[in-house]
């Protein structure tokens, strides 16, 4: 005979008024308010294929939340790290892309000092916007690490 599975019992009544709350919560993350509401069936003495069924969900998902809320509390409600795609460049190399893209082009036109409105960048190029090489080239330059797009290495060759 199969063991029956259920949450632990709440440590105390704030931590029960908590998970309850959430339960009937309108506006929280819907993940969240799903896996309160199992634990709370599982509080009220519901079994794992109710609270699937009610919940609609597999009953290995009821059975994975229960064990996870008994081992770590509220804090088991949530999704472990490592969830989704893992970025490819640092929050340091995608700041700098952003500050270079915020940044003036190469060859922007600016008034001199006798009113002549002049374009020409360092390297005499006539530039007045970016294009997508530009911004790649002068992350290369600073030192920015950021792959390049599939698209720009097919142009590349």
Known sequence: M?????????????????????????????????RATIITM?????????IAARVGCHPATVRRRLRRFSADGIEGLADLPGSG??????????????????SPPPGHPHWQDGGELRAADEQGRQCGRW????PQLAARESTCTAPRSAESCARKG
Not at 85 to 102: N, W
């Open 85 to 102: 795609r893992k970025p490819r460049i640092t929050q340091e190399e995608r700041s700098q892309i952003i500050a270079l893209a915020k």
């Open 131 to 134: 294009t997508h090489s530009p």
């Open 42 to 50: 599982s509080w009220d003495g519901a079994r794992v294929p109710a």
């Open 2 to 34: 199969p063991k029956l599975l259920r949450a632990r019992t709440p440590l105390d009544d704030r931590e029960e008024r908590q998970i309850r709350r959430l339960a009937g919560a309108r506006h929280a993350p819907a993940d969240w308010i799903q």
